[in-house]
């Protein structure tokens, strides 16, 4: 786990934008105060942000990334109970009691964080009262939340994949981008964009440590400008397209079904073997003809690769993007109908008003 200075513009922009929405307007002393003594974090993915069990002296503030919590069962079993995202304060309980870290948390991406110590925390709600009540608020809406199901938070970053030939992986981006514009801002990523990102042509394909510390400085703050990244992967195991699988939220596995389902280079490459507990989802995307109507071949793309789900889509037909944009963007509205036999009629009619009104 290594620090990171404040120096660059787009981290300053990103904490005082998370810090106004979790405390309002602090004023500029206090803000000054927090930039001086809150230590920046980089944690890379499959890394352990904290251990259940050890110390607690400090809390955290995720700036960009992805993170899961776990808690080990009486069978000492971890048990995954929820993922965090950009915004989510970590471990401030343990600044009020002291007492031993209740979970591990573990980075499934690289992510950048930033940590404010405790006697730092004590210092800071002497001047400022609000603080502590903020905290002491997300305590115990998290203490009477822990044995409810939360929803998974949307994915930021998410990588494009081609695990098959015939992908038109471009075109399949920017369709999907432009369902995604509905829900927030876009950002479309690719080998060349991120060339000029950087500034220097073909950077992106070396595999040392200072060409990982400017692409990640240059997708941290792509990130910060927008609701979702899409990273489109080359389409062989690339440092690009490696590097694509390390910052990505989510994977799409996009195949063209009409192609064979064997195991592509790519997810030989890339896929297999990653950091344990750090995997970030996948998601298997079909590529059907824009004619057909009911999907075949689905076992065999399945049985190869243990995905998280799989979407079926006609690239051509525009509702289909959209509902792949609606799952990612975790606004897919869910609707289940009972009743069999004759009743089963009356339900289209209930389905085209529904489709009628929106």
């Excluded at 009020?96 to 950048?112: F, H, K, N, W």
């Excluded at 939360?150 to 038109?168: D, E, F, M, N, Q």
């Excluded at 950077?203 to 400017?214: M, N, W």
Aim: aromatic share 4%; hydrophobic share 45%.
């Amino acid at each position: 786990m290594a620090t990171a200075s404040t120096k660059y513009p787009h981290r300053d922009a990103q904490l005082a934008h998370h810090l106004n929405a979790l405390f309002g307007d602090l004023g500029s002393a206090t803000v000054t105060f927090l930039k001086q003594h809150l230590q920046w974090v980089e944690i890379a993915a499959g890394e352990v942000l904290i251990e259940q069990g050890t110390p607690g002296d400090s809390a955290f503030l995720s700036i960009s990334g992805r993170l899961r919590v776990y808690v080990a069962g009486d069978d000492g079993a971890p048990r995954m109970v929820r993922e965090l995202g950009r915004g989510e304060v970590i471990g401030e309980m343990s600044l009020y009691t002291g007492e031993p870290r209740t979970a591990t948390v573990v980075a499934v991406r690289d992510s950048v964080l930033v940590r404010l110590d405790k006697p730092q925390f004590e210092a800071l709600i002497a001047s400022q009262p609000q603080i502590s009540i903020t905290f002491t608020r997300q305590i115990i809406e998290r203490l009477q939340t822990q044995h409810l199901r939360r929803p998974v938070a949307a994915p930021v970053t998410i990588g494009l994949l081609p695990i098959s030939a015939g992908v038109a992986l471009q075109d399949f981006a920017q369709q999907l981008a432009s369902q995604l514009a509905r829900y927030g801002r876009v950002g479309v990523v690719d080998a060349a964009a991120m060339d000029g990102a950087i500034g220097e042509a073909g950077f992106r394909l070396s595999d040392d440590a200072e060409a990982g510390r400017r692409i990640a400085l240059a997708l941290d703050g792509i990130e910060a400008e927008h609701d979702f990244v899409l990273l489109i992967a080359d389409a062989d195991a690339s440092a690009w397209t490696r590097r694509c699988v390390r910052h990505s939220d989510e994977l799409l596995l996009v195949a063209d079904a009409a192609q064979t389902p064997a195991v592509h280079a790519i997810e030989q490459a890339c896929l297999t073997g990653r950091p344990a507990r750090a995997e970030a989802a996948e998601i298997l995307v079909l590529l059907h003809a824009p004619n057909l109507v009911s999907p075949r071949n689905m076992r065999a793309w399945l049985a190869r690769r243990p995905v998280t789900s799989h979407v079926n889509l006609r690239l051509e037909l525009e509702r289909d993007v959209a509902r792949l944009a609606r799952l990612l963007s975790r606004n897919a509205i869910g609707l289940v109908l009972g009743g069999g036999g004759a009743r089963g009629v009356a339900h289209l009619g209930i389905w085209r008003a529904l489709q009628a009104r929106g």
